[in-house]
């Protein structure tokens, strides 16, 4: 009896999604690429790529005339090029980063089908689609101009338009010329370099030097889990939470890696990661105060100090302060000295453990009121905004009907 042959089944944990590229017409268009382990899909998390998309080029017109029994001057027929595809970007609710096209150097659309005899005009390019996460801005790469900030699910921007196919001889016989022996070249599609930022929406960022525990705190108000661990930089990729604090009231907490000094130079993890804070409203800064031998003031001036360095407009949004580790003792010792320098320069403090649930709901709650007023100062200004360009078009009107 032969032995038996087990075939080992692949590990779809281990594979590699391919990408998909949707089509208007409803088919689906899947370009594959070398299968990545578990470990490339969570080591790196791509928030930033560049890609040349090029649409397709429009259908040249024909030049023919009728020949037809019955009809022998028929006369011009040439039909009209069909119209290139467009490369649009499209926002997938489903996806969380940009890893997709990571190998995707090239979008290319199909170009439209030139026109034939007949009348009959050639096929339109289909377009083609490429899924983007939320929170994806499209900028050009040679320009550096935003094109296009996708947040919501289903918002497109067309990268690169197809160009328009040419008319056929058909569109050119007049009473002078009929029999024109010409027809329209179609026009080359967009060709352009793109470059896609992916900045997570989150409403609440948490900052602070590597192992103050932000890794934990999320993991303690949301259900979200980011890998812990006693050493420094255990978080290499930012995480998302959803932190509830009411039966219908939530907000969106991101974790981003830990900032240490000199890292807006290249040290540590750098200041990269920063960017998915730039679109909080609120900012907890954490503080690690179990070793006696560091100065907390300092670590706090270090940390906004990094944040200046990538973007000033991070210091001026309301930010909580909050002493991390409070189950040890060490931490609650030197708490009440730690209170007090931060009390002198006007800076409130908050203290909590996340393993034991001491303080956590006390800073929730102060965070969602913050929030909630930056959210009613947000509508106000927007507000404001709206009633400005209102009188602007009053006195437009008014002025233009003297």
């Known amino acids: 009896m032969p032995p038996l042959i087990h075939k080992r089944q692949p590990n779809n944990l281990f594979a590699q999604a391919h990408v998909p590229l949707q089509i208007l017409s409803g ?20 928030d930033e790529v560049r890609l040349l998309a090029k649409a397709g080029d429009g259908g040249k017109g024909c030049v023919a005339f009728l020949r037809e029994k019955y009809r022998p001057r028929g006369g011009p027929s040439g039909g009209d090029g069909g119209d290139g595809g467009s490369v649009i970007f499209r926002v997938d609710a489903q996806l969380n980063t940009l890893v997709d096209l990571a190998h995707q150097k090239h979008l290319r659309a199909p170009r439209g089908e030139y026109g034939r005899g007949k009348d009959q005009h050639g096929k339109n390019g289909q377009d083609l ?56 070249p179609g026009i080359p599609g967009e060709e352009r370099a793109v470059r896609l930022e992916l900045r997570l929406l989150a409403d609440v960022g948490l900052v602070g030097f590597p192992n103050a525990g932000k890794s934990t705190l999320i993991s303690a108000v949301s259900a979200a889990r980011p890998r812990i661990a006693d050493f420094p930089f255990t978080t290499l990729t930012p995480h998302l939470g959803v932190v509830r604090y009411s039966e ?22 750098g200041i990269r990661f920063l960017r998915h804070l730039a679109r909080t409203s609120v900012l907890i800064h954490l503080l690690d105060i179990s070793d006696a031998e560091r100065d907390s003031w300092q670590d706090y001036q270090v940390i906004n100090n990094e944040l200046a360095c990538f973007d000033v407009t991070l210091l001026d949004r309301p930010q ?83």
């Open 248 to 269: 219908e009231r939530s907000f969106v907490m991101a974790d981003v890696p830990g900032l240490i000094e000199g890292a807006h130079e290249g040290h540590g993890l």
């Open 129 to 184: 689609i490429v899924r983007v996460p939320p929170g994806t801005m499209v900028y050009d790469d040679e320009t550096g101009a935003l094109l296009a900030d996708l947040r919501t699910a289903g918002e497109e921007c067309i990268a690169a338009k197809g160009g328009m196919g040419g008319k056929g001889n058909a569109h050119f016989a007049t009473s002078t010329n009929r029999a024109p022996r010409f027809a329209q």
């Open 320 to 402: 909580i302060v909050a002493v991390t580790k409070l189950d040890l003792p060490d931490t609650r010792d030197r708490l009440p000295e730690v209170s007090a320098l931060f009390a002198s320069h006007s800076v409130e403090l908050f203290a909590l453990s996340a393993v034991t649930g001491e303080g956590v709901k006390e800073l929730v709650f102060r965070t969602a009121q913050v929030l909630e007023r930056q959210k009613e100062r947000a509508r106000e200004l927007e507000k404001a905004h709206e009633q400005q360009e209102l009188q602007k078009r009053e006195s437009f009107f008014l002025s233009s009907s003297l």
């Open 27 to 46: 088919s689906e268009q899947t370009l594959s690429k070398p299968r990545q382990g578990l470990f490339f899909l969570l080591m790196h998390f791509i």
